[in-house]
């Protein structure tokens, strides 16, 4: 007999299990609207022009080698993140309190932070808290580190937006010192994000209850299109003189998906507070991957750290932006052209990659099983998964669900 005969199978992931049902499908309507990556308007995966520049200036470098890089990483990569997410003139880099790992794109920088958390977080049995609903990797990490996962209210299914009061209440009853994971700008799955003045509210509660803040910042400049938008609230916390982590991930913002391009940021108290956190970290990072992979963040570096190319990077992240917005606006006028039943305005109220759509279970079954159309049971779209040319096919397959 094996060693093993009493494991458990484990389910599939569900967003990968969706993948392969769509690849097995046959019909020529299929959509898929599961996954998030973006797509081009020919419904193609994109490498984006800037990117394309970079890998050639890398493949023609005679200088470089596949040595290790360090424990925390690429140097100039890891700067570059940090200035990208707090803003060059950000009085954490200034005063020189701002750390930074590379990690396994932000999957791993959410690990990294969560595993130092478990280790060193100075309140004892401290939970996290995480908005519900969120990515559903949340739970399974901070899970995974032996934390103790609770959730703060977030989507309003009656208002199809935030329940700020609900959320504040949360953060108003949690014991004092709790950890709140946030998505700093375009919430998966919801695509709802607090206002300026919301942001400020949440601030306060956070502040009064002595609560620590971890961003999860996985679509920096990919959901407005703007980088200094979507960094609004990591860097409001940070004039309010939060300490805090920031995951940064650089797969949708670069397409860089597969290379595993990430880092934490680290915003402390003081440089020494700044400089053992790093430290602790690296003697973690050194015993699970030893070293972060060069690959991915040679490219994120070039481009950071380079006028022109940071110029064109801008100009393809307002292409995959816009594209994605236009389609909201498009999804939406067709909805409303049709008469489906219900309101929809939340389609372009929304951003980001993705849009909650208020559609339930059984709806989505529905969609899967007679119109070959590919979500999450939580009626998660996939905007970038729509284009001219399925747009009008996916309204009218809504229209029949919902009536
Ligand atoms: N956090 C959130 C909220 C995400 O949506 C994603 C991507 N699905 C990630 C983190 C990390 O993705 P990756 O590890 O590919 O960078």
Redesign the pocket.
Known sequence: PSFFEQVQGAPADVIFALTSSYKADTDAQKVNLGV?AYRTEEGKPWVLPVVKKADHIIVEDDNLDHEYLPILGLEPFRKAAVKLILGANSKAITEGRAGAAQC?????A?YTGAHFLSKHYPVKGAACYISKP??A??RAIFEGVGMQVLEYPYWDPATKGLDLKGMLGTMQSAPNGSIFLI?PCAH?PTGVDPTNDQWRQIADTMEAKGHFPFF?C??QGFASGSLDKDAYSVRYFVERGFEMFI?Q????NFGL?SE?A?NLTVVARSVEVKNKIESQIAKAQRAVISNPPAYGSRIVSLVLNNETLYGEWEQNLSTMANRIIDMRKVLYDELVKLGTPGTWNHIVDQIG?FSFTGLTAPQVKVLKEKYHVYLTDNGRISMAGLNSKNVKYFAQAVDFVVR
């Open positions: 998030g396994i794109s932000g999957t791993g959410v969120t990515w990797n949340h998505h998966n999860d996985a679509y995951a991930s650089f797969s949708k998906y595993r990430g990659m």
